[in-house]
């Protein structure tokens, strides 16, 4: 994986993100969360380690499939998120 320099801040980050919209599950017909955990898993394990969710993806379902997949690696990605909903 190619990692690059994060803004001004002393972080690096993977090139390649993981979107979490899908796992809100509200967008694109059936889903299920323990697939959704394991793509996290196969994220990781790339060594991406930039995610990128909101907590309007399936009003905080992506938020919560996300979080749990991540446990434990918290210190090891950058989470990016939007806030707003109307």
Known sequence: MEYRKFGDADLE???VGFGGWPMGGTQYGTWDDTEGQR???????AGITCFD??????????ERVMGSALKGHRNDVIIITKCGME
């Open 13 to 15: 980050v993977s090139v």
């Open 39 to 45: 793509a996290v898993q196969r994220a990781l394990d």
């Open 53 to 62: 969710n909101a907590s309007g993806y399936g009003l905080g379902q992506s």
